[in-house]
């Protein structure tokens, strides 16, 4: 409610008198000032990354206040409405993470994942982060995992012991796992299940931090199924989720550091790290028969993330599951890429069986085979989609 609004509403009539006019608008006028004064408050608190956040529960609180504040500040305001239809819908990242075995020597790459959940957990645009932690008998569990991001919580945004543990246990859900590193096939399955409660699901490599242009997965259109390409590690990247990185590396990026990581988003539209659906889509409709493929002995095994065309093996895989409609808006939706670090790809001990096709471009023996899929766009620059200028893979 801003002073003009008020203003309005105090206009006289002529059955009041001028001092009971005075008297109402003086009145009215005090509530509007203090109003405006708690909304800027709120405005202050929420700035993310420039100040300690409030403990979870006021946060929360606010963040609340703040939305319903913000539909009446331009009642003619059509993003207001816009943004009041999606309020309820949820957003959960899901990822999966490998946990620690005791007593072994700290990973670099590790630290790295370490920092690019604490700063999926710290988004606000994330209602819920869900982490499967793969873990062998004398790995750590969920319980030091929490711990353990509790005290990067702690030394990165100087919370409390107990703001960090009490956001913590509202945002975050650990399941521990003993499947394995996981295939492409048991990542949906994840995704998939009860525990995770968003309507709106955003699946991603660990190592994967994301930014306030995240807040558009709340308008995802039903029908369409976003995949992001990474946009790398630079000096484009916000200075809070810069910030973060070094905070938590300091100098544990060991002789591995690159500086920089590429802009894929920049190269291609035929690479990515990120998948973002709504989950009702695909629930009950997955075929596990879709993920797997066939090695050199004749068997027909499940595929990995970590793997060459391994991402246009699984859209292909998950769009025979429901008839998406696929775009690649990396320009809007930011993905940065944690990963300074040597890279690995997963080596098969048995090779995929090739299909010999002179017409195919694929001849990498490595690569997953096909069938494939891709985005609308997968050209740079081609008029076929037009997620990089408009909304049309959202609901607006």
Same mark, same amino acid.
């Given at each position: 409610m801003t002073f003009d609004y008020c203003l309005k509403i105090v206009r006289p009539k002529s059955r009041y008198t001028i001092l009971?006019?005075?008297?109402?608008?003086? *009145?009215?006028? *005090?509530?509007?000032?203090?109003?405006?004064?708690?909304l800027d408050n709120i405005r202050e608190d929420l700035q993310y990354g420039s100040h300690p956040p409030p403990s979870a529960t006021r946060l929360r609180r606010k963040l609340q206040v703040f939305n319903q504040l913000g539909n009446y500040l331009d009642p003619k305001s059509t993003a207001s409405r816009e943004q009041a239809t999606h309020i309820n819908t949820r957003v959960s990242y899901v990822t999966s993470f490998w946990a620690k075995v005791k007593g072994e020597k700290a990973d670099p790459h590790r630290r790295e994942v370490e920092a690019a959940l604490l700063a999926n957990i710290h988004n606000p645009h994330f209602d819920q982060v869900v982490v499967f932690l793969d873990r062998e008998d004398n790995a750590e569990t969920c319980f030091e995992f929490h711990q353990a991001m509790s005290d990067l919580s702690r030394q990165v945004f100087s919370m409390t012991a107990e703001e960090s543990n009490e956001l913590l246990s509202i945002k975050v859900k650990c399941v521990d796992v003993q499947t394995g590193q996981p295939t492409y096939y048991q990542m949906f399955k994840n995704a998939l299940s009860d525990v995770v409660t968003g309507d709106v699901v955003v699946l991603a490599n660990a190592d994967m931090a994301f930014d306030d242009s995240m807040s558009l997965a709340r308008f995802l259109n039903p029908e369409v199924l976003v995949v992001l390409g990474t946009n790398g590690f630079s000096n484009k990247m916000t200075a809070n989720i810069k910030y973060i990185y070094e905070e938590v590396m300091g100098n544990h990026h060991g002789g591995g550091y690159h500086g920089s990581e590429a802009d894929r988003c920049a190269v291609t539209r035929s690479s990515w790290d990120t998948y973002i659906f709504h989950k009702s889509k695909l629930v009950g409709r997955l075929k596990e028969e879709n993920f797997k493929r066939t090695n050199q002995r004749g068997e027909s095994i499940f595929f990995y993330m970590n793997e060459i065309g391994a991402e246009n093996a699984?859209?292909?895989?998950?769009?025979?599951?429901? #008839?998406?409609?696929?775009?690649?808006?990396?320009?809007?939706?930011?993905s940065w890429h944690f990963h300074l670090?040597?890279?690995?790809?997963?080596?098969?001990?048995?090779?995929?069986?090739?299909?010999?096709?002179?017409?195919?471009?694929?001849?990498?023996?490595?690569?997953? #085979?096909?069938?494939? *899929?891709? #985005?609308?766009? /997968?050209?740079?620059? *081609?008029? /076929?989609?037009?997620?990089? /200028?408009?909304?049309?893979?959202?609901?607006?």
């Open positions: 009971s006019f005075l008297l109402v608008s003086l *009145a009215l006028l *005090a509530y509007c000032a203090r109003q405006q004064h708690e699984a859209l292909w895989a998950v769009q025979q599951s429901y #008839p998406f409609s696929s775009h690649n808006p990396c320009e809007r939706i930011h670090t040597p890279k690995k790809h997963k080596a098969r001990k048995i090779p995929w069986l090739r299909v010999i096709d002179l017409n195919s471009r694929y001849k990498n023996p490595e690569r997953v #085979p096909e069938p494939y *899929a891709f #985005p609308l766009k /997968t050209i740079i620059g *081609a008029p /076929t989609d037009c997620a990089p /200028t408009d909304n049309c893979f959202l609901s607006l």
